[in-house]
Nanobody, 119 residues
Framework: QVQLVESGGGLAQPGGSLRLSCAAS????????MGWYRQAPGKQRELVAR???????NYADSVKGRFTISRDNAKNTVALQMNSLKPEDTAVYYC?????????????WGQGTQVTVSS
């Protein structure tokens, strides 16, 4: 059974920083793309950033230059460093990974972690 466990998040002031981390566990053959999505109240879930197994990255326009995604393939982890936070970054953030496990290849999601940016 593959699981994604997130940590980090919480409350930050505008202009502040937070760091999210996500670890994949279980019987894993390979992890392809890993990423972070977010969902604000009343809005659809949207891609924030993603990174391939060779380090290619994509960012939402709204976070470019402020957020940085990174991964450690040896530890099966992905992190999101969020700087210069804005109130509109407030959302539940979800870790996502495209993983080949014992049951084949599938998408996995973390449980979500709340990020609130407010003064």
């Amino acid at each position: 059974q593959v699981q994604l466990v997130e940590s980090g998040g919480g409350l930050a002031q505008p202009g502040g920083s937070l760091r999210l981390s996500c670890a994949a566990s279980g019987t894993i053959v390979a992890i392809y793309v890993m990423g972070w999505y977010r969902q604000a109240p009343g809005k659809q879930r949207e891609l924030v950033a993603r990174i391939t197994s060779v380090g290619s990255t994509n960012y939402a326009d709204s976070v470019k230059g402020r957020f940085t995604i990174s991964r450690d393939n040896a530890k099966n982890t992905v992190a999101l460093q969020m700087n210069s936070l804005k109130p509109e970054d407030t959302a539940v953030y979800y870790c996502h990974a495209d993983i080949w496990g014992t049951a084949g290849r599938s998408d996995y999601w973390g449980q979500g972690t709340q990020v609130t940016v407010s003064s």
